[in-house]
């Protein structure tokens, strides 16, 4: 298939300005055509493939496949490439089949390269001690593992290892750049993996790493940006101006707009726009979009920062060492800050400025909420925002991950054993402080946060509300689709698949699963039985895969030590109790997110409206920008949700009943 260049074929190329330091070196495909190259220069062991396609371009624009105005020194060149007007010269490097690279500077290998894999990335501590060893196959899962469980130093250890065996492995003093490929008015590439489909355009200067674009889920890099010590993976945009260093980009992220980050780690679906990042790690869909925002040594998931989110890692002692952790589905109002260390619940609402290291993990749902610098904690209160409901839905819609190899294993259930087992443990905090301090007292001091009588009380309801609807849900998941013909075979069905899935749940960035779960794993990394980072990742896709069931588990526990049933004497009238309080629960959950989505349009909410006009042209302008209430999407998915829960129940309820 490839040949040596005939002599008719060296007059030829020399005729049009190419050179070679030894022509013997050069390979060409056996359909090779000279006359498709131009101002050409070869060093070291060439092999070109065959030149005889065209291109189109924006604005209809068509160019034949060719090499013009290049230096090529030890390189492999594919099928139907165009490759034009390289500044200086391109070394070591395999190019695949329908490349294009135009206007490019440098484009080199110039040792034995890793291609980012085995970068260490300081996270969460700038000064050291949590580092995450980054690789083309890291999930958040492992990265999770990697930089908090510092306390089974083996288990690093083994990881670590793994790690640099993957990246050894796949070293290499060749470059590889995939099929398919456009590299277009970039300056130096050095030691750069490409896979299929990357559109490179613009790119500044991009220096040890990989950029994992596939056929499925292309990549696309763009003007200015600056990268080194990176892995960019599948599906994921990095465009206008934006600066890495020692950072990995995880599935169908986009970066933009000058955003500025250092070691630090982003996965699936993450967003970041404007501010910067220094030693964060943000799990799945966490997103920043303003130029005022600084998100620094924490850990975040599901996370939206408001404009002006600040949190400081320094008290100028003994270097910036502390760390914080937000955990998944938080939200921080404009100019927000928290002194590090702190820990925040899930699904928490961050407002005004926190000084003091508070831990709120044990209350999800809540405010936080600054006054007279006071921190009040509200919790539980974030079950009755629209806001949170509308979160939950639209997350799932926006996994914009193509690649049929998804890393990160990603549960987006707002109600879960891990979220559903703080607001057992919330509900045990809460009386406890009742009991201790008094039902009278005014406030109450909890985690270096003070709580408000009332809130203290409401948070009490509304938790118990939240575990019947949750406890509720999974009975009727268990039962719904199995028809049963007596209290016997609905006993049979409660009883659960497996054992897995009692006790503690974790959520490991993005994962929610059950401890003992992963404890087996992480034992198993520790004696080598498991030594593979394809291993490690194929048993927690299972264990994502078996959700459900492992939930059930958990689930069935509970509503024993909650209801007080058991296995042997549960009947159907007790189902329905369970059923009736799921019922109640989810149409009391809908009607307060209801009342709260009308206040989107009250009168208040359409100040600025009509500017210039009566209160009718201010009401009419506010229905034509914002709309009907009745007619809202989201209203009406309210309204529908109750009246679907409603008729379920009716469903569950008159089934049961034919089992007396």
């Known amino acids: 298939m490839y040949r040596k260049l005939t002599k008719e074929e060296i007059s030829i190329l020399e005729s049009r300005f190419c050179s070679a330091k030894n022509w013997d070196t050069v390979e060409v495909h056996n359909d090779f055509n000279p006359l498709k ?38 390189c492999e060149i594919g099928n139907n490439v165009l490759i034009d007007n390289v500044q200086s010269y391109i070394a070591n490097y395999k190019i695949g089949n329908n490349t294009v690279i135009q206007n490019v500077d440098r484009l080199l290998t110039d040792e034995k390269s890793r291609f980012g894999n085995g970068v260490e990335v300081a996270v969460l501590n700038e000064t050291g001690g949590r580092e995450v060893m980054i690789n083309d196959k890291l999930t958040a899962h492992v990265a999770y593992i990697l930089a908090l469980y510092r306390h089974r130093p ?12 993957y990246a050894d492995k796949h070293a290499s003093e060749t470059g590889v750049i995939g099929d398919n490929v456009r590299i277009i008015n970039c300056g130096l590439i050095r030691n750069v993996k490409i896979g299929d489909n990357a559109h490179i355009e613009g790119a500044r200067r991009l220096e040890n790493g990989s950029i994992n674009s596939n056929a499925f889920d292309p990549v696309f890099v763009g003007y200015g940006v600056n990268a080194e010590d990176f892995i960019i993976c599948s599906g994921s945009h990095v465009d206008n101006g934006v600066m890495l260093t020692r950072c990995f980009v995880g599935q169908a992220c986009r970066l933009g707009h000058a955003y500025s980050a250092g070691d630090s780690l982003f996965f699936s679906n993450c967003q970041g726009e404007n501010g910067e990042a220094c030693a964060i790690f943000a799990g799945p869909y966490t997103v920043t979009h303003h130029k005022s925002t600084l998100l620094i040594a924490g850990m975040f998931s599901f996370m939206n920062a408001g404009s002006g989110s600040n949190q400081s890692n320094h008290m100028y002692k003994l270097g910036p060492i502390h760390q914080g952790i937000i955990e998944r589905g938080g939200k921080t109002a404009s100019d927000s800050y928290i002194l590090w260390p702190a820990k925040i619940g899930a699904f928490s609402l961050i407002m005004g400025r926190h000084y003091r290291n508070s831990d709120t993990s044990n209350m999800p749902f809540s405010y936080l909420i600054e006054n007279k610098d006071e921190t009040i ?50 509900i045990d905090i809460l009386q406890g402080l009742q009991e201790t301090c008094g039902h009278t007292s005014g406030y109450y001091s909890y985690q270096s946060c003070m709580i408000k009588n009332s809130s203290l009380k409401r948070g009490i309801e509304l938790y118990n509300i939240a575990v019947k609807k949750f406890l509720g849900n999974s009975i009727i998941s268990r039962l719904i689709e199995h028809s049963h013909t007596s209290a016997e075979e609905m006993r049979a069905r409660l009883k659960p698949d497996t054992r897995d899935g009692l006790g503690e749940w974790l959520d490991i960035a993005g994962l929610i699963a059950p401890k003992s779960l992963i404890e087996k794993l992480l034992n198993g990394i ?16 299972e264990i994502h895969r078996n959700y459900y069931s492992l939930e059930w588990t958990w689930a069935w526990d509970k509503i024993q030590t909650y209801y007080g049933y058991s296995l042997d004497t549960i009947t159907p009238s007790d189902v329905i109790h369970i059923v ?59 309204l529908k949700h109750i009246e679907e829960k409603m008729a379920l129940g009716d469903r569950v309820i008159a089934k049961l009943k034919e089992l007396y």
């Open 526 to 541: 520790e004696t080598g039985e498991i030594n593979k980072l394809k291993e490690i990742n194929q048993i927690i896709e």
């Open 580 to 638: 009736e309080d799921w019922r109640e629960a989810v149409v009391y959950l809908d009607k307060v997110i209801y009342e709260d989505a009308k206040k989107e349009f009250s009168l208040s909410s359409q100040t600025g409206f009509g500017a210039d006009g009566s209160n009718d042209e201010q009401r009419l302008d506010f229905e034509q920008v914002r709309g009907v209430f009745e007619q809202n999407t989201f209203v009406s998915s309210i």
């Open 154 to 165: 083996q288990l690093v250890q083994s990881l670590c290892r793994m790690i640099r065996f």
């Open 377 to 426: 904690l509200v919790p539980g209160i974030n079950l009755k925002s629209i806001g949170t409901i509308r979160d939950a839905q639209k997350f799932p819609k926006r996994d914009n991950r193509k690649d049929p190899n998804k890393l990160d294993q990603i549960n987006f259930n707002l109600l879960s054993p891990y979220t559903v087992q703080k607001m057992f443990r919330a």
């Open 37 to 74: 190259m131009s101002k050409v220069t070869f060093s070291g062991n060439i092999r070109i493939g065959k030149l005889d396609s065209d291109f189109t371009f924006e604005g209809g624009i068509k160019k034949a496949a060719g090499l013009h105005n290049v230096s090529f020194h030890n």
